[in-house]
């Protein structure tokens, strides 16, 4: 199989800040990282199989790759950044900022930083941002299966829209019709 395509080449500046946290776009040299992240978030799915550790690499690489080449493809207009803590990276941010609905196309953060209050300072920035932009709200998928997420992003203020396919769920975060532009409302959390 060819290379990996190289990320698209953006000279914007990256559409979202957060505290504690920096973003910069990801480049070729990432992609060791990013990779090693993608097999962090698969690992779980298929550790019943009888493969063994080199198989299971193999197969998650593979699957990285497939993942890689479609994203570029599909999001040529997407920001593809690194989530930085400290300088050093500590997840991935895939955002689409082009259209009237932001669209996060994937985020994720490495096991030793996920629960910790992270990924929502992350979300709020996206959506402090998209408000700021005038966006017409924030579009993400989440797996059928995947109970914890879905109730993170609706803790978030996301509603589920749609079902698509038998796998994904589209969920949709709008801002506040009477909200000030550059201020997010955090949802009542039951």
Known sequence: MSPL????????DTPVCAEPVTFRRATRNDLTFLRELYRSFRADEFASLAW???QMRAFLDQQFDLQHR????????ADFLLI???GMPVGRLYLDASHDHWHIVDIGLTSERRNGGLGFAVM???KRHAQASAAAGVVLHVACDNQGAQRFYRRLGFREVAREEPTCVRMVWTPEPD???GQVAL???N
């Open 5 to 12: 395509p190289d990320f698209p080449a953006r000279h914007a």
């Open 52 to 54: 063994s550790p080199e």
């Open 70 to 77: 479609a994203y570029v493809a599909t999001f040529p207009q």
């Open 84 to 86: 930085l803590s400290e």
């Open 124 to 126: 709020q920035a996206v």
């Open 179 to 181: 909200a000030v532009p």
């Open 187 to 189: 949802p009542a959390v």
